[in-house]
């Protein structure tokens, strides 16, 4: 059994192992058994749910599942990690931003090749930074220049309160938020984040006006 095989079946076995169901543990999976029940229980639920979801395919569709998975497994280390950056920046969008983006999809896939090559070009002559800014949606990437400095460094236990923040707030807030940033020191951005994030939608207009009158 390959390592791709074994990782399908990794959605397969603990259910079956759950509900008590007498089975050979394939090779490589012996020790799941004593695993599976320190696991957490909402890692054990999406476990099942993946289980549950494999059973229901036919055998073309496991096969494919498995192709994109050796696929994967031949991609290099930092090439997975920047799917997986693009993958979490995806979850995160709304559903509004989500169409949008298909959209745009659309509309770049039916360009002419030299038009396709030349926003392309365009693209990756941008800053890294500003690159990245972009997955954050049309919305935000079209803002991050100018919040640059707020976005940088988040603390971790920050991160998604400022873009739901972020997200919550209307253009002309977010111009008047980025003028606030280019006024902060450096040293003074994280209680800035802060108070942002600790403010209710409904306040942060008179919030940043406040702000930017001292």
Same mark, same amino acid.
């Given at each position: 059994m390959s390592r =791709?095989?074994? %990782?399908?079946?990794? /959605?397969?076995?603990?259910?079956?192992?759950?509900?008590?169901v007498a089975l050979a543990v394939p090779p490589g999976l012996e020790?799941?058994?004593?695993?599976?029940?320190?696991?957490?229980?909402?890692?054990?639920?999406?476990?099942?749910?993946?289980?549950? =979801?494999?059973? %229901?395919?036919?055998? /073309?569709?496991?096969r494919a599942f498995v192709e994109r998975m050796t696929e994967w497994d031949g991609l290099a280390p930092g090439e997975q990690a920047a799917f997986r950056v693009r993958y979490r920046a995806w979850q995160d969008l709304t559903n509004y931003d989500r169409a949008r983006v298909r959209a745009a999809a659309t509309a770049y896939a039916g360009l002419p090749d030299d038009e396709r090559r030349a926003l392309r070009e365009q693209f990756e002559a941008l800053d890294v930074s500003e690159r990245r800014g972009w997955l954050l949606g049309p919305e935000l990437g079209a803002d991050y220049p100018a919040l640059q400095p707020l976005l940088a460094q988040v603390p971790a236990d920050q991160h998604d309160a400022l873009l739901r923040a972020l997200r919550g707030m209307d253009a002309v807030q977010r111009r008047d938020l980025a003028v606030l940033v280019q006024r902060t020191a450096p040293q003074d951005r994280d209680q800035l984040r802060r108070e942002l994030v600790s403010t209710a939608a409904s306040n942060r207009g008179q919030w940043l006006r406040g702000r930017l009158g001292r």
């Open positions: =791709t095989e074994r %990782r399908a079946c990794w /959605a397969v076995v603990p259910m079956l192992l759950a509900a008590g020790g799941l058994a004593g695993v599976w029940d320190k696991l957490d229980p909402s890692r054990r639920q999406q476990l099942q749910e993946r289980a549950a =979801t494999w059973e %229901r395919w036919d055998e /073309a569709r496991r």
